[in-house]
């Protein structure tokens, strides 16, 4: 009755291993003699109720009776493991594999030590030796390749498992670390090519390469690649990119905002290429400008955008051919899009209105920035210069005294207030004020 229980109890305790699960220990243990067996059980009994020490003293009385016995070596790896007794679980779990290394069990014990020891590169080692047991393994090798930054390694691993097993969300983060890295680009641009001759059906092939293609300026390379594309899946959102451009060569206008409309509200085309496509379509309006309400049409497809306020950058671009009356409407237009009031912005719209001498809005917005921010000099300065040419010269004066209170290392805008606070005295009729600003601005220019 005492061998039939304790046979039950070395069963259950063997089934709650965690290691053990999906493969059961080796069954052929012998036992030599009772003494053996007692002290076995005795170890699967302290070991049940995390009397590690216990289980261990038990277990080398067993290793006294049979030294090579794998499976006892086994065991004590894992009350060393419990222990954190980490150099004497690897021991133990390693002489276990060097007596019987078809176990996969004894392999996965070394593994665990490494892990908790965060000993990467002998993970490595370990986990290739458990690979040949379940190929399931190589998603772990290709984590141990991230964390030794083997990158390399780690690109061709992830290039394979996609190929055999499909991706997955932790790879494709993996890759975009990896290729963040211009250096391995190169690698990753082959490997599409390959990989779009042998699956020309695969649409994120393609986008893939074009977004590589596309992140290095090869623009050629990008349209090369859409057309493929083009051919391969006709019904692609991503072979918009290639008829824009292509319709723009011929001057086709009304065809290739018909493209650019599709792209640019496609969910799958990267924001950089769609600011591209943008780009190409602003320069093309510059010269065609009957397409005015489609570029405003376009950019409205931006107002989501996160990164870039492309209704600030168009106006920048007008702003730089001194088309001053476009370049305001696009900054009006970016103020509108901006859940928070942006500086440059204000100031650039600012410089626009006094280009085109439109002094009543400039008072106007200058006033307003000054409420919203008393320290920024430049605005009184805006609001003092528009003042002046309304000849309004006391709220001039005001605001430019002010403003000066506030200047800070900013020699030319100096130069700027003298001369306006001169304007402001002339108006103002005080010669002496007038001259002394003049004055200092000269001496300041000098």
Same mark, same amino acid.
């Given at each position: 009755?005492?061998?039939?229980?304790?046979?039950?109890?070395?069963?259950?305790?063997?089934?709650?291993?965690?290691?053990?699960?999906?493969?059961?220990?080796?069954?052929?243990?012998?036992?030599?003699?009772?003494?053996?067996?007692?002290?076995?059980?005795?170890?699967?009994?302290?070991?049940?109720?995390?009397?590690?020490?216990?289980?261990?003293?038990?277990?080398?009385?067993?290793?006294?009776?049979?030294?090579?016995?794998?499976?006892?070596?086994?065991?004590?790896?894992?009350?060393?493991?419990?222990?954190?007794?980490?150099? #004497?679980?690897?021991?133990?779990?390693?002489?276990?594999?060097?007596?019987?290394?078809?176990?996969?069990? /004894?392999?996965?014990?070394?593994?665990?030590?490494?892990?908790?020891? #965060?000993?990467?590169?002998?993970?490595?080692?370990?986990?290739?030796?458990?690979?040949?047991?379940?190929?399931?393994?190589? +998603?772990?090798?290709?984590?141990?390749?991230?964390?030794?930054?083997? /990158?390399?390694?780690?690109?061709?691993?992830?290039?394979?498992?996609?190929?055999?097993?499909?991706?997955?969300?932790?790879?494709?983060?993996?890759?975009?670390?990896?290729?963040?890295?211009?250096?391995?680009?190169?690698?990753?641009?082959?490997?599409?090519?390959?990989?779009?001759?042998?699956?020309?059906?695969?649409?994120?092939?393609?986008?893939?390469?074009?977004?590589?293609?596309?992140?290095?300026?090869?623009?050629?390379?990008?349209?090369?690649?859409?057309?493929?594309?083009?051919?391969?899946?006709?019904?692609?959102?991503?072979?918009?990119?290639?008829?824009?451009?292509?319709?723009? +060569?011929?001057?086709?206008?009304?065809?290739?905002?018909?493209?650019?409309?599709?792209?640019?509200?496609?969910?799958?085309?990267?924001?950089?290429?769609?600011?591209?496509?943008?780009?190409?379509?602003?320069?093309?309006?510059?010269?065609?400008?009957?397409?005015?309400?489609?570029?405003?049409?376009?950019?409205?497809?931006?107002?989501?955008?996160?990164?870039?306020?492309?209704?600030?950058?168009?106006?920048?671009?007008?702003?730089?051919? #001194?088309?001053?009356?476009?370049?305001?409407?696009?900054?009006?237009?970016?103020?509108?899009?901006?859940?928070?009031?942006?500086?440059?912005?204000?100031?650039?719209?600012?410089?626009?209105?006094?280009?085109?001498?439109?002094?009543?809005?400039?008072?106007?917005?200058?006033?307003?920035?000054?409420?919203?921010?008393?320290?920024?000099?430049?605005?009184?300065?805006?609001?003092?210069?528009?003042?002046?040419?309304?000849?309004?010269?006391?709220?001039?004066?005001?605001?430019? +005294?002010?403003?000066?209170?506030?200047?800070?290392?900013?020699?030319?805008? +100096?130069?700027?207030?003298?001369?306006?606070?001169?304007?402001?005295?002339?108006?103002?009729?005080?010669?002496?004020?007038?001259? /002394?600003? /003049?004055?200092?601005?000269?001496?300041?220019?000098?």
């Amino acid at each position: 009755m005492k061998k039939s229980a304790l046979c039950i109890l070395f069963l259950v305790l063997l089934s709650n291993s965690a290691l053990l699960l999906a493969q059961t220990e080796p069954q052929d243990i012998k036992l030599n003699t009772d003494k053996f067996q007692d002290y076995f059980y005795e170890s699967l009994k302290q070991k049940g109720i995390e009397n590690y020490d216990k289980a261990i003293i038990a277990l080398e009385q067993c290793l006294k009776i049979e030294p090579q016995n794998a499976t006892i070596h086994f065991e004590l790896g894992k009350n060393y493991l419990a222990l954190k007794e980490y150099q #004497k679980a690897y021991s133990a779990f390693e002489h276990a594999t060097q007596i019987d290394p078809t176990n996969k069990w /004894f392999w996965v014990g070394m593994y665990d030590v490494d892990y908790a020891t #965060k000993d990467y590169v002998s993970a490595i080692k370990t986990i290739n030796k458990l690979i040949p047991f379940d190929a399931k393994f190589k +998603e772990d090798l290709t984590s141990l390749y991230m964390s030794t930054s083997q /990158f390399d390694k780690a690109l061709d691993l992830i290039n394979e498992l996609n190929e055999t097993s499909g991706k997955s969300d932790r790879r494709e983060a993996y890759k975009i670390q990896i290729l963040s890295q211009g250096k391995y680009q190169n690698a990753e641009i082959t490997n599409l090519i390959e990989q779009i001759k042998k699956y020309p059906n695969e649409e994120s092939n393609y986008i893939s390469l074009i977004y590589l293609y596309s992140k290095n300026n090869e623009t050629d390379k990008v349209l090369e690649t859409a057309r493929k594309l083009e051919i391969a899946i006709p019904t692609s959102e991503w072979e918009q990119i290639s008829l824009f451009k292509y319709h723009l +060569e011929k001057n086709e206008g009304e065809k290739a905002i018909n493209a650019m409309n599709i792209a640019l509200a496609s969910a799958k085309i990267d924001s950089k290429i769609k600011h591209r496509i943008l780009n190409e379509f602003l320069i093309y309006v510059n010269a065609n400008p009957q397409f005015a309400l489609d570029l405003e049409k376009a950019v409205g497809y931006f107002d989501a955008d996160p990164d870039v306020n492309v209704a600030k950058e168009i106006g920048k671009f007008y702003q730089n051919k #001194k088309q001053w009356d476009k370049a305001i409407g696009y900054y009006e237009k970016a103020n509108a899009r901006n859940a928070d009031v942006d500086i440059e912005t204000n100031l650039l719209l600012l410089q626009a209105y006094t280009e085109s001498k439109d002094f009543t809005k400039a008072a106007k917005k200058a006033i307003d920035m000054v409420d919203l921010f008393p320290a920024q000099s430049q605005f009184y300065y805006y609001a003092g210069l528009a003042y002046n040419q309304l000849s309004q010269f006391k709220k001039a004066k005001e605001m430019l +005294e002010m403003g000066l209170d506030y200047l800070v290392e900013d020699k030319a805008l +100096e130069i700027n207030f003298n001369i306006q606070l001169g304007e402001a005295y002339h108006g103002l009729g005080d010669q002496k004020k007038k001259d /002394f600003y /003049f004055s200092k601005a000269n001496q300041l220019l000098k």
